[in-house]
């Protein structure tokens, strides 16, 4: 059985590969649609067709990578965590 202390430096590695796809690539295809946007249907002739508009991605076929989201909702939390206070609002 492998150690935690040997699974570390693995597992290190594969979330900062992850980390970096995100800031690099922060939108992935959509499972659901396979990236086409829309169910793909054939008809009873066999001729393909664009089937509805897939409901998860809008009909875009790209979804927000999850860490993307993660790290979006960080920044946005710090950042009004740490906004300067606005002297309109502050009570006498």
């Known amino acids: ?10 597992l290190i590695f594969i979330t900062l590969c992850y980390a970096l796809l995100c800031a ?3 939108f992935g295809s959509c499972r659901k649609c396979n990236g086409w946007g829309a169910a793909v249907r054939q ?12 409901r998860r991605c ?4 790209r979804r927000l990578r999850i860490g993307r989201r993660l790290y979006n909702a960080t920044t946005r939390l710090h ?3 740490t906004a300067p ?8």
């Open 1 to 10: 059985m492998v150690s935690l202390s040997h699974a570390m430096p693995g």
């Open 24 to 26: 690099g690539s922060p």
């Open 43 to 54: 008809t009873r002739s066999g001729r393909i067709k664009r089937g509805r508009e897939c």
């Open 58 to 61: 809008e009909g875009h076929g």
């Open 79 to 81: 950042r009004e965590g």
């Open 85 to 92: 206070a606005d002297p309109s609002r502050r009570s006498h």
